[in-house]
């Protein structure tokens, strides 16, 4: 029986970790959760999982949790600290990160420095400081399990294979909601328009950033930093049927490719059972010939310029990926609030860039600090 902690229990990953531990009963339970302020899925979560430990965002939340359950049902705790209760809590085995934001941060670095093997949704963290949580993986000899489909793919067909053997890396893209619109079609785009993806159901800043193609982005460095890769070793291929999920071309020219019916539980049960496989009835079978016809088609940088801001911030490395993904974070926000429009989110990502001067090797409390200024900075242009 693994004990796991999931945390962003109420979202779109969390959701979906809990499908696979209800369908595992004898494999899996959930000793320890979070989420933010979506109460009732929470106190539903609550009653139908029994965890042992329960962090919420807020004193509110908090507040409202302690009327509804007694201390002996479960153990409550909110803020920054108690998301690290949460992650460490006693005897878990896998923490499930399935926050959204670079709040994973510390409670995946605290996870490591307890033995707890990463299942790694929230890509924020390794895009934010990425070196930080690599090293430190490798000092505690923790494994650091990718749960994004495009990572869980190339794990996927990395297994039994030497990294150095690999060519290059081939991440697939959606194109996400405008994909088949031009740029100067994307002035007026609503926020009901930028919800819309074609094949994945996901929570809204994920969504958006698959619109921006600022997802893809952030995959590109989260690839760097999993597998170890020069950024000239990784490329992104428009694929708009999202059924290949991603593919690994290996010096003999050989590709190897993990395909499969878009449904993130696969990757999240591939992550909570590596190495072995566990059946997923529920996952529909792919059947190519229903398909009939895969699409692919070369990225284009100028049209999804947040692709090339991506690859340029992890060129330079240090804090540089730290400005990218904190602009992006709020300026992601301000437009799903309607402070913005879309094509603001890459301008004001831009500008944050532009004025930053990248601090090498960054140290934790550096990374905060460049963090919080450029949230800082991003709120002025709002
Ligand atoms: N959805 C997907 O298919 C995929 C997602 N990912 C990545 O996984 C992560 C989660 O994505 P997704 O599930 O779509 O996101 P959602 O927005 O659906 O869920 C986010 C979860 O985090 C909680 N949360 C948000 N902010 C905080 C906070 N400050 N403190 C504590 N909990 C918080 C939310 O709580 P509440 O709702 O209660 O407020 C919710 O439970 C992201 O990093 C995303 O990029 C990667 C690949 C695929
Ligand atoms: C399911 C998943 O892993 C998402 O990151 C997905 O890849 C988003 O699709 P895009 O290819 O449109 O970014
Ligand atoms: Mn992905």
Known sequence: MKK????????????????????????????????????????????????????????????????????????????????IEAAIYDGVECLVNAVVGS?????????????????????????????????????????????????????????????????????????????????EDLVNVTVDQALNHPNWSMGAKITIDSATMMNKGLEVIEAHWLFNLHYDKIDVLLHKESIIHSLVEFHDRSIIAQLGTPDMRVPIQYALTYPERLPLKEAKRLELWEIGKLHFEKADFTRFRCLQYAFDSGKIGGTMPTVLNAANEVAVEAFLSGKITFLQIEEFIERSLDKHESIANPSLEQIQEVDQLTRNFVQTLI
């Open 4 to 83: 796991i902690s999931l945390l962003g229990a109420t979202g779109s990953i969390g959701i979906q970790t809990l499908e696979v531990i209800e369908s595992h009963p004898e494999e899996f339970k959930l000793v320890a959760m979070s989420f933010g302020r979506n109460y009732k899925s929470g106190s539903d979560i609550i009653k139908k999982f029994k965890p042992e430990f329960v962090a919420v965002k807020d004193k509110e939340t908090y507040e409202h949790l302690k009327r509804e359950f007694s201390s002996q049902d479960v153990k409550l705790g909110y803020g920054e600290e108690a998301l």
């Open 103 to 183: 709040v994973g941060l510390i409670p995946t670095l605290k996870a490591i420095e307890n033995n707890i093997t990463i299942a790694l949704a929230n890509k924020e963290t390794l895009v934010t400081a990425g070196h930080l949580v690599t090293e430190h993986a490798k000092k505690y000899n923790v494994n650091i399990l990718p749960v994004d489909s495009e990572h869980s793919a190339i794990f996927q067909c990395l297994q039994g294979e030497s990294v150095k053997s690999i060519d290059r890396l081939i991440i697939t893209a959606s194109g996400g909601s405008f994909r088949d619109r031009k740029r």
